[in-house]
C-alpha cells in the first residue's frame, strides 16, 4: 500500500499591535513546534514596516494540521511581556490555507480557512502521525517574563522532525472560507455560505471591515428614526454601541477651514475638503490625501444658519442648508466620506450665545424658533426658546431668566448669552447634539468659547452613558421608580461623543520684558476646566502655542523647559488632555489675532508632531502653502506615527538653551528632536551626515554648554530643516 502521506495546512498570522517600543518585536507563541511549544525563544517572530504598521505578518507556515492553541507576546531587551487571557484555540485542516487576525491583549480574533464547497461537510483534522502532546490551556502570566525565565514556561518536551511539503495551491474559482468560533469549533452556518471573496486574506478582511462600516451607518440612520420615540436613556445605550471612542495616542486632528472658507467654497466648502480636484494639487487629493498624511479627525466649521457668513453667531441650530459652507447633503456626504475611510468629523459646537430670529414686543432680539426641523413632527418645538433662556443682565433678557453668568463667565456682547443651568436648555441642546450624531453624522464635539459658560455643562453635554451613573445615582432615595426617574434624566442630557475638545482662550501673563518664563497660573486655569467637565472634554494647550512662539520668533529655547524640567505648557501637567496647535480661524488665517510666525511654523510642527499630547494641525499650512510644507508635515506625521508616540509619554529634555532645545520622547526613547538655529554657537555645528540618508551611517553631536554632549549614535532615520532635526531610533524605524 501507498504510505499514508498528510498534507500539511498553511498558516498566516496578522496581529495588530502598537505597544512594542524601541527595540521590541511581535511574536506567537503556541502548542505546536511550528510555534515553539510554548518557549518563547523559539516563538514565530512577525515583522512590519512603516506603510502598514501597527500591522504586523508572518510568512506562510507550513503547519501540522490539528487544533493549536496560541498567545502573542512582544519580546525586546527588557524580556518577554504576554498578553492576557486565555489561550487562543484554531483548528487546521489538512492542504487548507488558514489566516488569523487578532489584536495584542484582546481575546476576539478571525481565523479564517479557504477550502472547497464538496469539502465542507466532511472536513476532519488529519490523523496523527506522531504522538504529539496536547494543547496546554493553562493561560501564561501576563507582563515581562526575563529572557532567562522565559524558555521555561509551559515547556513541552515532545518535538518532532516531520517534514512536509506545501499542497497544491487553491483553486480560486470554487473557494470558500471556513470560519470558527471563538473556541475553535467549525462554524458551519457561515461556510456552507458561497463565497463571493478571493483566497486573498487582507482583502477578505477590507471587505469585511467595509461591510462593518455599512452596517454601523445602518444602526445609525435606524436611531436616528428611534430619536423622541424612545427613551433617551434607551437610545444613548444604542448609541454607545456604535461609538468608536478616540484613542488619543493615535489621534490626529486637522482643522478644515480657516476664516475665509465660507467664501472660497462659493456655497460648498464641505465639497472642496471632499474633493478630488483641487487646483495645484498633485496626487491623491481631498479626504483621500488628509487620510493618507495620517490626518483621523476633521475638525469641521459651524453647520447651522448663521447671522455672520463664518457661523460663529448661529441662530436656527437645525437649519443646515442655510449654512454659507454648505447644504445638509453635501455635509452628510463629506462625513460619510471620511467615514469611508476610517476618520471622524468633528462637529464646531456654539453654544455660549445664540441670535434671535424675532423680536420681542420691546424690542429685544430673543424670541428664537426651531427652523430646520419642521419634517421631524417629534421634533417640534424643541428649539422655541425666549428670553426666560437668556441669563439675567444680558442687554437681550427680559428677567424671565432663572440665574446670571456664572463667577468665571466671560461675556459675549454680541448676542444672547444662553442660561445653560436651565434644565429645558439642557434637553434641548443634548437632543440637537444627538440629532448631529445620527442625523448628520458627527463623531466628536469642539466646544467653542467655553469661557462663556461652565466647564460643568461641557461635561454635561460629553458624558458617556455608562459613566459615573451609578455613583450619582447614590443620592437619590431608593426604590425603582426613583431609580428609573434618575437614570433616564441623567443619561437624557448626553450625546456619546468619540472625543471632545474645548476653546478656553484666556490670557497669558507678561510684563515689561515682554511674556513671563512662568505661565503656571495659566495652565492651572486650563488644567481646572477640564477637571470641571469630570474631564470629559480635552483643551486646546493655549499655553503651549504662546509659549512655542515666543520661544522660536527670539531664539528663546529656555523657555521650552519648566522650572522642573518638564514641557511648561499643559502638555508638560496633563498631556492626555491637551491638544496642541500652531494656528486656527482666530489667531491665524486673515484675522491673525495671535499668529505664530510664518517662517518658523516648520520649527512649531516639528514641536507638537514628536511631543506627546494630540496635535491639531492647520488648514492653511496643510492646503494652502504648497506641497513642500505639506510634505514636510507628513514626513513628521509619519515619524510620530512609525515610532508610536503615545499621548503621555515621557519627554527627556536634554537641552533648552538660548538657541538648542534637544529632547528624547518615549520611555525607553524612540524620538529625538532637536530645534534651533543650525550652529548652536557654543562647540561647533552639527556633524556631516545629519541630513538626508547619511544621517545612518555617522554621529550627529552637539553641544548645550553644559560640558557633555547631547546626542549619541542614532542608526535610525532623520527629518530635517533648517532649525530643527528629527532622529527616530532604527528599531523603531520599522
Given at each position: 500500500?501507498?504510505?499514508?502521506?498528510?498534507?500539511p495546512?498553511?498558516?498566516?498570522?496578522?496581529v495588530?499591535?502598537?505597544?512594542?517600543?524601541?527595540?521590541?518585536?511581535?511574536?506567537?507563541?503556541?502548542?505546536?513546534?511550528?510555534?515553539?511549544?510554548?518557549?518563547?525563544?523559539?516563538a514565530?517572530?512577525?515583522?512590519?514596516?512603516?506603510?502598514?504598521?501597527?500591522?504586523?505578518?508572518?510568512?506562510?507556515?507550513?503547519?501540522?494540521?490539528?487544533?493549536?492553541?496560541?498567545?502573542?507576546?512582544?519580546?525586546?531587551?527588557?524580556?518577554?511581556?504576554?498578553?492576557?487571557?486565555?489561550?487562543?484555540?484554531?483548528?487546521?485542516?489538512?492542504?487548507?490555507?488558514?489566516?488569523?487576525?487578532?489584536?495584542?491583549?484582546?481575546?476576539?480574533?478571525?481565523?479564517?480557512?479557504?477550502?472547497?464547497?464538496?469539502?465542507?461537510?466532511?472536513?476532519?483534522?488529519?490523523?496523527?502521525l506522531?504522538?504529539?502532546p496536547?494543547?496546554?490551556?493553562?493561560?501564561?502570566?501576563?507582563?515581562?517574563?526575563?529572557?532567562?525565565?522565559?524558555?521555561?514556561?509551559?515547556?513541552?518536551?515532545?518535538?518532532?522532525?516531520?517534514?512536509?511539503?506545501?499542497?497544491p495551491?487553491?483553486?480560486?474559482?470554487?473557494?470558500?472560507?471556513?470560519?470558527?468560533?471563538?473556541?475553535?469549533?467549525?462554524?458551519?452556518?457561515?461556510?456552507?455560505?458561497?463565497?463571493?471573496?478571493?483566497?486573498?486574506?487582507?482583502?477578505?478582511?477590507?471587505?469585511?471591515?467595509?461591510?462593518?462600516?455599512?452596517?454601523?451607518?445602518?444602526?445609525?440612520?435606524?436611531?436616528?428614526?428611534q430619536?423622541?420615540?424612545?427613551?433617551?436613556?434607551?437610545?444613548?445605550?444604542?448609541?454607545?454601541k456604535?461609538?468608536?471612542?478616540?484613542?488619543?495616542?493615535?489621534?490626529?486632528?486637522?482643522?478644515?477651514?480657516?476664516?475665509?472658507?465660507?467664501?472660497?467654497?462659493?456655497?460648498?466648502?464641505?465639497?472642496?475638503?471632499?474633493?478630488?480636484?483641487?487646483?495645484?494639487?498633485?496626487?491623491?487629493?481631498?479626504?483621500?490625501?488628509?487620510?493618507?498624511?495620517?490626518i483621523?479627525?476633521?475638525?469641521?466649521?459651524?453647520?447651522?444658519?448663521?447671522?455672520?457668513?463664518?457661523?460663529?453667531?448661529?441662530?436656527?441650530?437645525?437649519?443646515?442648508?442655510?449654512?454659507?459652507?454648505?447644504?445638509?447633503a453635501?455635509?452628510?456626504?463629506?462625513?460619510?466620506?471620511?467615514?469611508a475611510?476610517?476618520?471622524?468629523?468633528?462637529?464646531?459646537?456654539v453654544?455660549?450665545?445664540?441670535?434671535?430670529?424675532?423680536?420681542?414686543?420691546?424690542?429685544r432680539?430673543?424670541?428664537?424658533?426651531?427652523?430646520?426641523?419642521?419634517?421631524?413632527?417629534?421634533?417640534?418645538?424643541?428649539?422655541?426658546?425666549?428670553?426666560?433662556a437668556?441669563?439675567?443682565?444680558?442687554?437681550?433678557?427680559?428677567?424671565?431668566?432663572?440665574?446670571?453668568?456664572?463667577?468665571?463667565?466671560?461675556?459675549?456682547?454680541?448676542?444672547?448669552?444662553?442660561?445653560?443651568?436651565?434644565?429645558?436648555?439642557?434637553?434641548?441642546?443634548?437632543?440637537?447634539?444627538?440629532?448631529?450624531?445620527?442625523?448628520?453624522?458627527?463623531?466628536?464635539?469642539?466646544?467653542?468659547?467655553v469661557?462663556?459658560?461652565?466647564?460643568?455643562?461641557?461635561?454635561?453635554?460629553?458624558?458617556?452613558?455608562?459613566?459615573?451613573?451609578?455613583?450619582?445615582?447614590?443620592?437619590?432615595?431608593?426604590?425603582?421608580?426613583?431609580?428609573?426617574?434618575?437614570w433616564?434624566?441623567?443619561?437624557?442630557?448626553?450625546?456619546?461623543?468619540?472625543?471632545?475638545?474645548g476653546?478656553?482662550?484666556?490670557?497669558?501673563?507678561y510684563?515689561?520684558?515682554?511674556?513671563?518664563?512662568?505661565?503656571?497660573?495659566?495652565?492651572?486655569?486650563?488644567v481646572?476646566?477640564?477637571?470641571?467637565?469630570?474631564?470629559?472634554?480635552?483643551?486646546?494647550?493655549?499655553t503651549?502655542?504662546?509659549?512655542?512662539?515666543?520661544?522660536?520668533r527670539?531664539?528663546?529655547?529656555?523657555?521650552?523647559?519648566?522650572?522642573?524640567?518638564?514641557?511648561?505648557?499643559?502638555?508638560?501637567?496633563?498631556?492626555?488632555?491637551a491638544?496642541?496647535?500652531?494656528?486656527?480661524?482666530?489667531?491665524?488665517?486673515t484675522?491673525?489675532?495671535?499668529?505664530?510666525?510664518?517662517?518658523?511654523?516648520?520649527?512649531?510642527?516639528?514641536?507638537?508632531?514628536?511631543?506627546?499630547?494630540?496635535?491639531?494641525?492647520?488648514?492653511?499650512?496643510?492646503?494652502?502653502?504648497?506641497?513642500?510644507?505639506?510634505?514636510?508635515?507628513?514626513?513628521?506625521?509619519?515619524?510620530?506615527?512609525?515610532?508610536?508616540?503615545?499621548?503621555?509619554?515621557?519627554?527627556?529634555?536634554?537641552?533648552?538653551?538660548?538657541?538648542?532645545?534637544?529632547?528624547?520622547?518615549?520611555?525607553?526613547?524612540?524620538?529625538?528632536?532637536?530645534?534651533?538655529?543650525?550652529?548652536?554657537?557654543?562647540?561647533?555645528?552639527?556633524?556631516?551626515?545629519?541630513?538626508?540618508?547619511?544621517?545612518?551611517?555617522?554621529?550627529?553631536?552637539?553641544?548645550?554648554?553644559?560640558?557633555?554632549?547631547?546626542?549619541?549614535?542614532?542608526?535610525?532615520?532623520?527629518?530635517s530643516?533648517?532649525?530643527?532635526?528629527?532622529?527616530?531610533?532604527?528599531?523603531a524605524?520599522?
Amino acid at each position: 500500500m501507498p504510505p499514508n502521506i498528510t498534507i500539511p495546512a498553511s498558516l498566516i498570522f496578522e496581529v495588530v499591535c502598537a505597544d512594542t517600543a524601541p527595540g521590541e518585536t511581535v511574536a506567537v507563541v503556541g502548542s505546536c513546534p511550528e510555534l515553539g511549544e510554548w518557549d518563547p525563544n523559539k516563538a514565530l517572530e512577525l515583522a512590519t514596516e512603516a506603510r502598514v504598521f501597527p500591522s504586523w505578518f508572518s510568512p506562510a507556515i507550513p503547519i501540522h494540521p490539528d487544533k493549536i492553541f496560541f498567545k502573542v507576546v512582544i519580546k525586546g531587551p527588557k524580556g518577554v511581556r504576554w498578553e492576557g487571557g486565555d489561550n487562543k484555540p484554531v483548528q487546521l485542516y489538512e492542504g487548507k490555507r488558514s489566516k488569523v487576525k487578532c489584536s495584542f491583549g484582546s481575546e476576539d480574533f478571525i481565523a479564517a480557512t479557504s477550502v472547497a464547497p464538496k469539502d465542507i461537510d466532511n472536513l476532519s483534522p488529519a490523523p496523527e502521525l506522531i504522538n504529539r502532546p496536547k494543547p496546554v490551556e493553562e493561560k501564561p502570566s501576563g507582563g515581562y517574563i526575563a529572557q532567562e525565565d522565559a524558555a521555561k514556561e509551559e515547556p513541552l518536551k515532545e518535538e518532532t522532525d516531520e517534514t512536509t511539503e506545501q499542497g497544491p495551491p487553491l483553486q480560486k474559482r470554487q473557494s470558500r472560507h471556513l470560519f470558527q468560533n471563538s473556541d475553535g469549533s467549525l462554524n458551519m452556518q457561515m461556510s456552507r455560505t458561497a463565497s463571493l471573496m478571493l483566497v486573498d486574506m487582507d482583502e477578505f478582511c477590507a471587505e469585511a471591515e467595509a461591510e462593518e462600516s455599512h452596517l454601523v451607518e445602518l444602526e445609525r440612520e435606524r436611531l436616528n428614526m428611534q430619536q423622541r420615540r424612545v427613551a433617551s436613556a434607551a437610545l444613548l445605550e444604542e448609541m454607545a454601541k456604535i461609538t468608536e471612542y478616540a484613542d488619543p495616542s493615535h489621534t490626529v486632528m486637522l482643522q478644515g477651514f480657516n476664516w475665509e472658507s465660507h467664501k472660497a467654497g462659493k456655497g460648498n466648502w464641505y465639497g472642496i475638503v471632499e474633493s478630488k480636484a483641487w487646483q495645484g494639487l498633485a496626487g491623491a487629493q481631498g479626504v483621500d490625501m488628509l487620510a493618507d498624511m495620517g490626518i483621523t479627525d476633521i475638525w469641521l466649521p459651524p453647520c447651522s444658519q448663521s447671522v455672520a457668513p463664518q457661523g460663529y453667531l448661529p441662530s436656527q441650530l437645525f437649519n443646515l442648508d442655510a449654512s454659507a459652507y454648505g447644504k445638509k447633503a453635501e455635509l452628510k456626504s463629506l462625513l460619510k466620506s471620511l467615514h469611508a475611510k476610517g476618520m471622524r468629523g468633528v462637529a464646531d459646537i456654539v453654544i455660549n450665545h445664540r441670535c434671535g430670529d424675532k423680536q420681542d414686543e420691546q424690542g429685544r432680539w430673543n424670541v428664537f424658533t426651531s427652523t430646520g426641523i419642521e419634517s421631524r413632527k417629534s421634533f417640534h418645538g424643541i428649539m422655541d426658546w425666549q428670553g426666560w433662556a437668556i441669563t439675567l443682565g444680558d442687554q437681550f433678557s427680559d428677567g424671565t431668566g432663572e440665574r446670571g453668568p456664572g463667577h468665571y463667565d466671560g461675556k459675549f456682547d454680541a448676542a444672547p448669552d444662553i442660561d445653560h443651568g436651565n434644565k429645558k436648555v439642557q434637553g434641548s441642546i443634548a437632543i440637537w447634539l444627538r440629532w448631529l450624531r445620527l442625523d448628520i453624522g458627527f463623531d466628536a464635539w469642539r466646544f467653542d468659547f467655553v469661557k462663556g459658560y461652565g466647564a460643568e455643562y461641557v461635561g454635561h453635554y460629553c458624558r458617556k452613558a455608562a459613566d459615573d451613573l451609578l455613583t450619582r445615582c447614590e443620592s437619590v432615595p431608593h426604590g425603582i421608580d426613583n431609580r428609573r426617574v434618575a437614570w433616564a434624566w441623567l443619561r437624557g442630557k448626553k450625546s456619546e461623543p468619540s472625543w471632545a475638545v474645548g476653546e478656553l482662550w484666556l490670557d497669558m501673563e507678561y510684563d515689561h520684558d515682554g511674556l513671563k518664563y512662568n505661565q503656571d497660573k495659566h495652565r492651572q486655569d486650563t488644567v481646572n476646566w477640564i477637571n470641571g467637565t469630570d474631564k470629559e472634554s480635552t483643551a486646546f494647550d493655549f499655553t503651549t502655542k504662546g509659549i512655542l512662539q515666543e520661544a522660536v520668533r527670539n531664539t528663546q529655547y529656555w523657555r521650552l523647559k519648566d522650572s522642573n524640567g518638564k514641557p511648561p505648557g499643559l502638555l508638560g501637567w496633563m498631556p492626555t488632555h491637551a491638544v496642541t496647535f500652531l494656528d486656527n480661524h482666530d489667531t491665524g488665517s486673515t484675522q491673525g489675532h495671535w499668529p505664530f510666525p510664518n517662517d518658523k511654523v516648520l520649527v512649531g510642527y516639528a514641536y507638537i508632531l514628536t511631543h506627546p499630547g494630540i496635535p491639531c494641525i492647520f488648514w492653511d499650512h496643510v492646503c494652502d502653502w504648497g506641497e513642500d510644507m505639506r510634505n514636510r508635515i507628513k514626513a513628521l506625521l509619519q515619524l510620530r506615527r512609525r515610532a508610536g508616540i503615545k499621548v503621555d509619554d515621557k519627554v527627556q529634555i536634554l537641552c533648552a538653551d538660548h538657541d538648542l532645545y534637544i529632547a528624547e520622547i518615549g520611555s525607553p526613547p524612540a524620538l529625538r528632536v532637536a530645534l534651533g538655529p543650525k550652529h548652536s554657537g557654543v562647540d561647533g555645528s552639527w556633524s556631516p551626515g545629519t541630513e538626508g540618508a547619511d544621517a545612518r551611517r555617522n554621529t550627529p553631536r552637539a553641544s548645550c554648554g553644559t560640558g557633555h554632549p547631547t546626542c549619541e549614535k542614532l542608526n535610525g532615520c532623520v527629518c530635517s530643516s533648517e532649525d530643527y532635526r528629527v532622529w527616530i531610533r532604527a528599531s523603531a524605524a520599522g
